[in-house]
């Protein structure tokens, strides 16, 4: 594993010496064996790992707006979720969070509050948008709220004052053409862009929906950050 991350960040490195590297944790049936590459993947520089919080569905739309055939799920219990912060606290790697329903806000609010939730952490709000999250392809199958103001305002009201750092993100959708993007700026939180998750009928370049997530975050008054500034906004270990 360390093999592996080193060889595939090294031209990041490189390039970005501070950049925030971030991991994905991997999909095994035991806890244990998802977690086992974070310490080398923190040796080879990673300051963050994702975690998706909670229990949800996909799947591809079938006839009628129905779900479809191909379907996966989230299954990160309770327990699960607690003992993945004790191993990311212990490592010193902050957990970049997957919200895909509200239900896995009100979990880390709550761990927030009982001071459970390691430092560095980073509630990104996923969007379902219009469309599929497994195959990009326009459907009438999604996940969580819709990519709308009311949405948006509903977590930033259950986030209130606790002090986590928060993110938008339309997966299977656009954040920039929804509005999403604007909204979460000026309410002070940031923007997840990228091809990963974006999908609509016009086919930007990476480049170019970081240009546009660029402008309106100048538009809005708030330049974008260096790797050094995002590290002490989250407050990486």
Do not use: D, M
């Given at each position: 594993a360390t093999d592996r991350y080193?060889?595939?960040?090294?031209?990041?490195?490189?390039?970005?010496p501070d950049a925030v590297l971030c991991p994905t944790?991997?999909?095994?049936p035991d806890l244990d064996t998802r977690l086992n590459f974070l310490p080398s993947a923190k040796k080879e520089g990673a300051r963050q790992a994702s975690i998706d919080p909670g229990v949800d569905n996909f799947a591809t739309t079938g006839e009628n707006g129905l779900p479809g055939p191909i379907r996966a799920g989230l299954d990160y219990t309770i327990d699960m979720v607690e003992r993945a912060f004790a191993t990311m606290a212990r490592i010193g790697l902050g957990p970049a969070l997957g919200i895909y329903e509200p239900g896995f806000?009100?979990?880390v609010l709550a761990l927030k509050k009982g001071g459970k939730l390691p430092?560095?952490?980073l509630a990104r709000l996923y969007f379902g948008g219009d469309h599929n999250f497994l195959d990009g392809i326009k459907g009438g199958f999604t996940f969580g709220l819709p990519p709308t103001l009311k949405a948006l305002e509903a977590y930033v009201e259950m986030i209130g004052d606790s002090g986590v750092p928060w993110m938008v993100a339309v997966p299977g959708g656009d954040v920039f053409d929804t509005g999403m993007a604007k909204w979460a700026i000026e309410r002070g939180g940031h923007v997840r862009v990228g091809l990963e998750d974006h999908a609509a009928d016009r086919k930007p370049t990476n480049l170019e929906l970081v240009n546009e997530i660029?402008?309106?975050a100048k538009e809005c008054g708030r330049r974008p950050a260096t790797c050094a500034e995002a590290a002490k906004i989250l407050d990486l270990p």
């Open positions: 080193a060889l595939a960040w090294r031209p990041i490195r490189e390039a970005f944790t991997q999909q095994a806000l009100r979990l430092r560095g952490t660029v402008a309106v």
